[in-house]
């Protein structure tokens, strides 16, 4: 019993933390939080449950993680580019107001009755553990591997650093800032997009289950330091943890109150978060 | 007839609410605010509550105007300590946790239809007595206001809110000079959130939550910050455009009405930017 708790807790963060690698990312580089982050990725996750009646397995991660890249890489050149030549401190509220649009849009399309994922899932083999489960933890390594290597060692990663530490300096030294601000959307798009598949795969979609997302796996960032994209995955795993938890021991929502409270505690304690700098304003 | 009465009561409650959000947090503190529909859900649902469990009489209804302050001024106070470190985006993300935390809480204590059969008290049983009471409320409310707006604090807290560098470098004790007016504002809304349950009547959880707030902050950036006649504009395009949409729509999409509606309001807070930054009546540009 615990072993499953503890497990479907695990699995859960691992989502958490996943959303928080894009929402991090996201903030290092436009200084605002994207509250439509996490409405991209139940996009992709429509997308996917709607391809898999016309397509197979493979095909539809796809096309989820296809839709999460091109939403993104519109939503900054159509919409976020436009408002930030005009008053780049409005930007948060468009956020919310693209966020709204598209949860009401799906709700029209969709209902907003739980869509789930059409197929029963099957354990692999006799280990009590599902695919999507047995693939989300090495998903999220890899990602969190390959963003090392891009921040790290490539010259676009040097690039986007040079815009997180100062943006003005490195706009003068000649850095293609809006392409950086690509590649991080289109990045963040294939998080959403991932993120999508395992959360239809898992627990189901509404249009309007991206907000409970956002809270946790913001929270995470905000928790581990704004600047610790890897922090970020370890508190996204402990809110799971505590989530599933807290469910165990009381129900749904006493767990989202209980861990709410929790994350409100630290942040009044540690509002630098645990392992961040003094990033944001205060 | 007694529509439009029901309406222009809500818009009046909406007024207030929203002059207490935009000249009072946002206007003196520059405080992204969206946390004050917390205030409002509490005088809402306490109103449910107590209407509904105790039992008592029409007359001692009344009572709601000094427990739901005293309720709100505790609640607000916890708050602001508690997000003091926070500011702009990351202070409305914090109050993100509160909305979602109340929404928790409402649906635990409530259900998750809230409560309904609210009464009123009597002397303002009738819509038009209602609406009658919200009108002078809001006359209290603009006259108080305005000779804030005048008054030597109003400075101190222009001066807190361009530079809170400066404002320390002064002296001036920048939490001591904040805390009243963030208490005040929560409890106007806390005292709006108690006439919007005696003027329909019920207290929903779904009512008070971040979208329907950020909807209401958006209308203020348009109507303008730090003015009444932008708090004004704000509530009344808020009641009287979406009940005029959503009927307008209905009869064509029917259950979808108020999910265009609110895509228009999304459409409006991205639009916003390009189209009116300082807002109809805004004394200065959003910060």
Redesign the interface.
Known sequence: MIYEILKLGFFYGCFIGMVSIGFALIYNILH??DFAHTDRLIVSGYVFVSALTFTNHFAAVILAVAAGVIFAFLSEWL?YR??RK??P??????T??????I???L??IFSDSLKEYPFVEQTVLQSNLYIRELLIFPVLLIISLLLYYWLKKTKSGLSIRASISNLERAKTLGVPINKIYIIVFVFSGIIAGLGGVYLSMGYGLTPYSG??IM?FA??AC?IAGLNNVYGSVIIGIIIGISLSVFEMLFNA??A??FT??G??TI??IK?HGIFGEKL??? | MDLLIYLATKAVIFIIFLIALNSLMLGKMNLWAIGNIVYFSLGSFITGFVSNNWGINDNRLYLLFLIVPVAVSIVSLIFFY?SR??????F???S???I??NF??N??VAGSSGYSHIIRPSGIQSDLSLLVFSVILLIICIVWINNFDKSRVNKLHSVMRDSEILAFSWGININKSQIPLFIASAILSGLMGVMFAFCTYGADPKLFT??NM??L??LL?LGGIDSIQGAVVAGLIFVFFTYSLESALSSTFQI?AP??T??V??????V???IM?KGLFGKR???
Request: glycine letters at 2%.
């Open positions: 605002i939080v919409i436009q408002v005009y008053n401190k409005l930007l948060l509220l468009t919310f107001g693209l966020s709204i649009v949860q009401n849009v709700a029209i907000f409970k809270i913001f929270s905000l929502l006493s989202e109150l709410l409270l994350l409100i942040l009044f509002p944001r304003i205060i | 508690a470190v926070f500011k702009q985006d990351f409305l993300f914090f993100l946790f509160f979602e935390l928790v809480a649906k635990m971040t979208n950020i909807i902050f958006a950036i979808h999910k265009i609110q895509i309001f999304g459409i409006l807070l991205i916003i930017p390009f930054p540009n959003f910060q």
